[in-house]
């Protein structure tokens, strides 16, 4: 499965920008699609999740609340709409898919499908 990021831009603080990330060569079906984000010096870290199968959604706590991650089974989407940007969410964002649980669903490790990042910067 080859996965396709893009919505990525720049916003201002408070704004809003919805990334979606497409799928080819397979489906995410039985996976579960996440949003990682990694910014300038930092490490990667986690921003949401979603299974294909049930629906079952994680998040961050630094996002939850503002972001929402869906999906689209007819067109074999992952989105992620993002509310209320901070200039803290600034970062390059990537989506994934694997397969994993609910215990899992957070760590990048167990994500083994991985699309190239889309750049957010929010200003402040």
């Known amino acids: 499965v080859q996965l396709q990021a893009s919505g990525g831009g720049l916003v201002q603080a408070g704004g809003s920008l919805r990334l979606s990330c497409a799928a080819s060569g397979g489906s995410f079906s039985d996976y579960t699609t996440a949003w990682f984000r990694q910014a300038p010096g930092k490490e990667r870290e986690f921003v949401a999740a979603?299974?294909?199968?049930?629906?079952?959604?994680y998040y961050a706590d630094s996002v939850k609340g503002r972001f929402t991650i869906s999906r689209d089974y007819a067109k074999n989407m992952v989105y992620l709409q993002m509310n209320s940007l901070k200039p803290e969410d600034t970062a390059a964002y990537y989506c994934a898919a694997g397969r994993t649980i609910t215990s899992t669903s957070r760590d990048a490790r167990y994500y083994y499908h991985w699309g190239q990042g889309t750049l957010v910067t929010v200003s402040s």
């Open positions: 979603i299974r294909w199968s049930g629906g079952n959604t």
